[in-house]
């Protein structure tokens, strides 16, 4: 059975439904991908959610919510006394996001902490897959940041792979130097990284796809699948740079698109498909979560109709 570990937060989400009113679901960005890998493996797999929780009522609701996703929350580290972060999303009319955030005092902000306390690498050693998130760094402090770039690329060689999401969120980081610099870092760790267009024009001032690719590349990246919302995927491997087209969807909603990306993609790579295949698959999957409200949609509305083909 394929072992896969998601490193990250998840957090209180507040989305529009009406007017000032709003529904209460849980999501964040890592734990997103962690449950949409967990749908599109199936019973081929088993994922785990390292993060740190409270110990109130709302983080219990979290770690119910992970365990009815299916995935493991043995690595959901309890914090005594502390609480989990909360977000509220703001849809303008074409469906694009933006975000206003409480998670200053959030119980995962102690992920790394927590882990070195609990087996440190060997917790996470002889798994398939690793992945975490630019979000997943941006919320630890900073010496926190550096020994968990420390702890990955000490682990690289004891796990199959090492996926990172630069995921570049501007008012998490007290300027854009030190993303670009933690982004670059996981960069020369990660086997493959799955950023979006908007994560290297922010840290590099780069719009071009091709360019971007480069731009990984020079940091070692063997595998890079980047996104760019209805402009589809391009790839970047060792067999050459193909672009992959995005299907036409009504978007509602475009909260969760790259991690559902992320999520069929990675399960497609780890079962054997080739990246234009798994590019395709987290292209549907993407498609069909934007075309309804929230970071995570219902279970049904999620599963493919078709396969990746290796």
Same mark, same amino acid.
């Given at each position: 059975?394929i072992?896969?570990?998601?490193?990250?937060?998840?957090m209180?989400? #507040?989305?529009?439904?009406?007017p000032?009113? =709003?529904?209460?679901a849980?999501?964040?960005?890592?734990?997103?991908?962690?449950?949409?890998?967990?749908?599109? %493996?199936? &019973?081929?797999?088993?994922?785990?959610?390292l993060?740190?929780?409270?110990?109130?009522?709302?983080?219990?609701?979290?770690r119910?919510h992970?365990?009815?996703?299916?995935?493991d929350? +043995?690595?959901?580290?309890?914090?005594?006394? !502390?609480?989990?972060g #909360?977000?509220?999303?703001? %849809?303008?009319?074409?469906?694009?996001r933006s975000?206003?955030?409480w998670?200053s005092?959030?119980?995962a902000?102690?992920?790394?902490?927590?882990?070195?306390?609990?087996?440190?690498?060997?917790?996470?050693?002889?798994?398939?897959?690793?992945?975490?998130?630019?979000?997943?760094l &941006?919320?630890?402090?900073?010496?926190?940041?550096?020994g968990?770039l420390?702890?990955? $690329?000490a682990l /690289?060689?004891?796990?199959?792979?090492i996926?990172?999401?630069?995921?570049?969120?501007? /008012?998490?980081?007290?300027?854009?130097?030190?993303?670009?610099?933690?982004?670059?870092a996981?960069?020369t760790?990660a086997? #493959?990284?799955?950023? +979006?267009?908007?994560?290297g024009?922010?840290?590099?001032d780069?719009?071009?796809?091709?360019?971007?690719?480069?731009?990984?590349?020079?940091?070692?990246?063997r595998?890079?699948?980047?996104?760019?919302?209805?402009g589809?995927a391009?790839? $970047?491997?060792?067999? !050459?740079?193909?672009?992959?087209?995005?299907?036409a969807?009504?978007?509602?909603?475009?909260?969760?698109?790259?991690d559902?990306?992320? !999520?069929? =993609? #990675?399960?497609?790579?780890?079962?054997?498909?080739?990246?234009?295949? &798994?590019?395709?698959?987290?292209?549907? %999957?993407? &498609?069909?979560v934007?075309?309804?409200?929230?970071?995570l949609?219902?279970?049904?509305?999620?599963?493919? +109709?078709?396969g990746p083909?290796p």
């Amino acid at each position: 059975m394929i072992r896969a570990v998601a490193i990250g937060e998840a957090m209180i989400e #507040l989305r529009p439904t009406a007017p000032s009113l =709003y529904a209460r679901a849980i999501a964040g960005d890592a734990y997103n991908t962690g449950v949409y890998l967990a749908r599109s %493996l199936g &019973a081929a797999g088993r994922v785990s959610f390292l993060t740190a929780l409270g110990d109130e009522a709302l983080s219990a609701a979290i770690r119910a919510h992970i365990e009815a996703e299916g995935l493991d929350a +043995s690595l959901a580290f309890p914090v005594p006394g !502390g609480q989990p972060g #909360l977000y509220m999303i703001e %849809l303008d009319a074409q469906g694009d996001r933006s975000f206003h955030y409480w998670r200053s005092t959030s119980a995962a902000r102690r992920w790394y902490v927590e882990l070195i306390a609990h087996g440190g690498a060997d917790a996470l050693a002889g798994a398939d897959l690793v992945y975490l998130s630019g979000i997943s760094l &941006a919320i630890l402090p900073p010496e926190d940041r550096a020994g968990a770039l420390g702890l990955l $690329r000490a682990l /690289k060689p004891r796990v199959g792979h090492i996926a990172f999401d630069p995921n570049v969120r501007p /008012k998490l980081w007290p300027d854009l130097e030190p993303a670009r610099q933690a982004v670059e870092a996981a960069c020369t760790i990660a086997d #493959l990284v799955l950023p +979006s267009d908007v994560d290297g024009e922010l840290i590099w001032d780069e719009t071009d796809p091709a360019r971007q690719l480069d731009r990984y590349a020079a940091l070692g990246v063997r595998e890079v699948a980047l996104t760019a919302g209805a402009g589809g995927a391009w790839l $970047r491997t060792p067999e !050459g740079d193909a672009h992959v087209p995005a299907p036409a969807t009504h978007v509602v909603d475009t909260s969760g698109a790259g991690d559902s990306f992320n !999520g069929a =993609y #990675l399960a497609a790579r780890l079962q054997g498909a080739a990246p234009h295949a &798994a590019a395709a698959a987290g292209l549907r %999957l993407a &498609a069909r979560v934007v075309a309804a409200p929230g970071a995570l949609i219902p279970a049904d509305l999620s599963h493919p +109709s078709e396969g990746p083909s290796p």
